[in-house]
């Protein structure tokens, strides 16, 4: 009787022991696992999952950057062994509650620009889009190769939208040409590249305009390259309307048309040869309308001003007109005073307000 009952009384002990450490043992054996696969994901890149372990159940959560990643996430946790664990085994199950991060759709440029501009010091700056990184940089080193230490706006950006796979080999090819201008710039919009400037000499334009028309299949070229005392040989049609504005800008500049005193007659030889050299620019722009707007300083009435300002205006239409550019393109207003750009107080002042500017429109 008294072996049977120390029987009892040992096996009650064995009984409560195992109740009080088999627990505590299971759970430092589920938090080992847990901490083990937590270190594998971590030490893998796969830091963005987080594991949480309940007995035999690893739950994995968090937002994975692709479908791979959160695959592999799960495979690595799933094969991942206990190495704080008596036995070493995958002993686990995996259950994942993994999401894959949504990534907001990029939407295209447009229109996808590039722009570099050379100043008569040799300094450039360049502005756009290129599709890539790779592709960046291959257009900012080619760039410090043709310009060494000119190149001081690197303002290119990545951003998809280009025509074809081919843009930044159409870069290449133009600035190669800008590098031979004494001061000029290359505009790309879409499939156009515009080139523009001043060139020392006749063949320096020439191997310009044959490169222009030489572009790769999908690209159209155009170029506006002055040449000191020769007449304007210019090649294309530019066929953006922000393009043929700025190319009016440029080449007028801080130029004056001047016209007779008080008379809308236009007066002297520097006058005509920029309004020639603005004809050769319209009819490149063959696609849009041209405004010419006239304004003058407040000398003398309203009413005078204002016919003054038309006068003038419809003299510099008639001039684009019978150099060629189409009269149906053409349009003429004046402003009269009503827009003055400087102080009327001054001659300086009432010289920078008597002006003719041109607006380049969609034609309808």
């Not at 994901?41 to 937002?63: I, K, P, Q, W």
């Not at 799933?78 to 704080?84: D, L, M, P, Y």
């Amino acid at each position: 009787m008294g072996k049977w009952l120390l029987g009892i009384i040992i096996l009650a002990l064995i009984t409560l022991f195992m109740s009080i450490i088999w627990p505590f043992s299971a759970t430092q054996r589920s938090a080992d696992m847990g901490q083990t696969i937590q270190t594998a994901l971590n030490n893998n890149g796969y830091d963005f999952a987080t594991v949480n372990m309940s007995g035999n159940v690893a739950r994995l959560s968090g937002e994975a950057p692709t479908d791979t990643a959160l695959s592999a996430a799960v495979a690595l946790a799933t094969n991942t062994k206990c190495e704080a664990c008596e036995s070493k085994d995958t002993w686990h199950e995996v259950a994942s509650d993994l999401t894959v991060k949504k990534v907001a759709a990029v939407q295209p440029v447009r229109p996808y620009t590039f722009a570099a501009t050379k100043s008569e010091d040799g300094r450039v700056v360049l502005d756009g889009y290129v599709r890539n990184e790779a592709e960046r940089e291959r257009v900012l080193r080619e760039a410090n190769v043709m310009f060494p230490n000119m190149v001081t706006d690197n303002t290119v950006k990545v951003a998809p939208g280009a025509p074809n796979d081919r843009w930044a080999d159409v870069v290449a090819m133009n600035m190669s040409e800008l590098k031979l201008l004494e001061r000029g710039t290359l505009n790309m919009e879409d499939t156009q590249t515009v080139l523009r400037g001043l060139a020392a000499d006749a063949d320096v334009r020439d191997r310009i305009n044959a490169m222009v028309t030489g572009l790769p299949t999908g690209y159209e070229g155009a170029s506006n390259i002055a040449v000191p005392n020769a007449a304007a040989v210019n090649v294309g049609e530019v066929k953006s309307e922000s393009i043929c504005q700025t190319l009016f800008d440029d080449l007028k500049g801080d130029n004056k048309i001047n016209f007779a005193y008080n008379k809308a007659g236009i007066n002297g030889a520097q006058s005509y040869d920029l309004l020639n050299t603005l004809a050769s620019a319209a009819k490149q722009c063959a696609s849009f309308r041209i405004a010419v707007i006239g304004h003058t300083d407040s000398d003398g009435g309203d009413d005078y001003n204002q016919a003054l300002s038309e006068a003038r205006a419809n003299s510099v239409a008639a001039y684009l007109a019978d150099n060629g550019v189409a009269l149906a393109r053409l349009s003429a207003k004046g402003m009269g005073e009503s827009t003055p750009i400087a102080s009327n107080d001054t001659p300086e002042g009432k010289a920078q307000n008597r002006r003719i500017e041109f607006v380049v429109t969609q034609a309808n």
